[in-house]
């Protein structure tokens, strides 16, 4: 694309009052044209918080504890012992909690 170096520069309040003249025209052509979207077939891929999945099975392996594992008393997160911030009333607190 050829660019004319004799053409006057704009300034910068120009180049602004050009792009929020865009952005309205833009903005006015969205609202014209909306998509029409069934609620129905939205909402039918979508999954609520507390739906039944008892009938749903685990496609994960879940391992136990392991005995360089605990388990922190405020955020109940399974961490490595590296993480073992210090102990309150016997009870193992992370180093997330602790800090």
């Known amino acids: 694309m050829a660019t ?6 704009k300034t ?14 833009r903005r006015n052509d969205k609202g014209g044209s909306s998509v029409d979207v069934d609620e129905f077939e939205a909402a039918e891929g979508m999954e609520l918080p507390g739906a039944d999945l008892s009938n749903e099975e685990l496609s994960v392996r879940v391992l136990p504890r392991q005995a360089d594992e605990f388990t922190c008393m405020s955020c109940f997160l399974v961490h490595h012992r590296s993480q073992l911030y210090s102990e309150k009333n016997g009870n193992p607190i992370c180093r997330d909690c602790g800090a």
């Open 12 to 25: 910068d309040d120009e180049l602004n009052e050009d792009s929020i003249e865009e952005l309205k025209a």
């Open 4 to 9: 004319d170096y004799d053409t006057p520069r």
